[in-house]
């Protein structure tokens, strides 16, 4: 199991304090608009999958530039994608999952709603490119510097498989964007898991999950109004748990709760703690 996966990632806080105090903007990636430009060649599958080996993994890296990088002074952009690619397997899994990772890095490329049809990161990468040629061609000398990173983590717990994607996006505003992901997959059948594939007693998880929210935001703030945290509506679970070898992770990225310079909020409940609450082990369902 990656050590890193599942402990605070430097990256992401680093990146946060430092931005901590800087003015609201919205949350995440954007959308679309690229074209030709120079590009790594065009993604590929794994060669050639064996059904007889166990699931496994490298890293793939993809990298995009345009303009003039090498002048501190000049509007340039950098793509940097770095994430897991899945091999062997039982099989259709590793698609599976390799699907999914494709797919989240091409909504990540995203600037703008579009009717074309993108299918690969290469096209993702070249509209964006495209977006920061328009950009850079109408605002002359005022364009800015735009850089978009994601890097990608895996972990296992038993049958249970957790791709983390952490996303640095700046196209020039008034901070950058940090997003980081969690997704819960069957490492056996590669089918993407949700709550409702764990949850036993939703009312109790909502309860626990609620205590040690506010838990882990008084050890951080000193206290915090709750009509604050979660813009006057009652408590809700975030959008992104990780399964892991400690317990269930929670995490809730900048706005999706509190203002922005309070910052992400994650916090771990054991196994023992979520006994008759959370199923997790697909054996025992």
Request: charged content about 25%; overall charge negative.
């Amino acid at each position: 199991m990656s050590a890193s996966l599942f402990q605070p990632t430097q990256f992401y806080y680093t990146m946060n304090n430092t931005l901590r105090f800087l003015p609201l903007v919205l949350i995440l990636l954007v959308s679309l608009s690229c074209k030709n430009q120079k590009s790594t060649p065009e993604e590929t599958p794994p060669s050639s999958n064996d059904s007889t080996k166990p699931l496994s993994f490298t890293t793939e890296t993809k990298k995009w530039a345009d303009g003039d990088c090498d002048k501190g002074d000049h509007a340039c952009l950098t793509i940097e994608l770095n994430y897991p690619l899945a091999k062997d397997g039982k099989i259709g899994v590793a698609e599976k999952i390799n699907d999914h990772i494709r797919d989240y890095l091409i909504v990540s490329l995203e600037m703008e709603d579009s009717e074309e049809d993108i299918t690969s990161l290469d096209q993702a990468a070249q509209r964006y490119i495209k977006s920061f040629q328009e950009e850079k061609e109408s605002m002359g000398d005022m364009a800015h510097r735009w850089a978009i990173e994601i890097d990608g983590k895996h972990a296992t717990y038993k049958n249970i498989l957790v791709i983390r994607l952490l996303s640095y996006t700046n196209t020039g505003g008034a901070h950058p964007n940090v997003y980081q992901s969690f997704t819960n997959f069957d490492i056996d059948s590669g089918e993407e898991l949700y709550y409702e594939d764990f949850v036993i007693d939703s009312l109790a998880l909502l309860k626990i999950a609620e205590e040690r929210f506010y838990t882990s935001r008084n050890e951080m703030d000193g206290g915090i109004e709750k009509d604050d945290a979660f813009w006057g509506k009652p408590f809700y679970l975030p959008e992104n748990f990780a399964v892991t070898n400690k317990g269930v992770k929670f995490f809730y990225n900048n706005y999706e709760v509190l203002a922005y310079v309070f910052g992400p909020t994650e916090f771990t409940i054991s196994y023992a703690d979520l006994k008759g609450i959370m199923r997790l082990d697909k054996d025992s369902k």
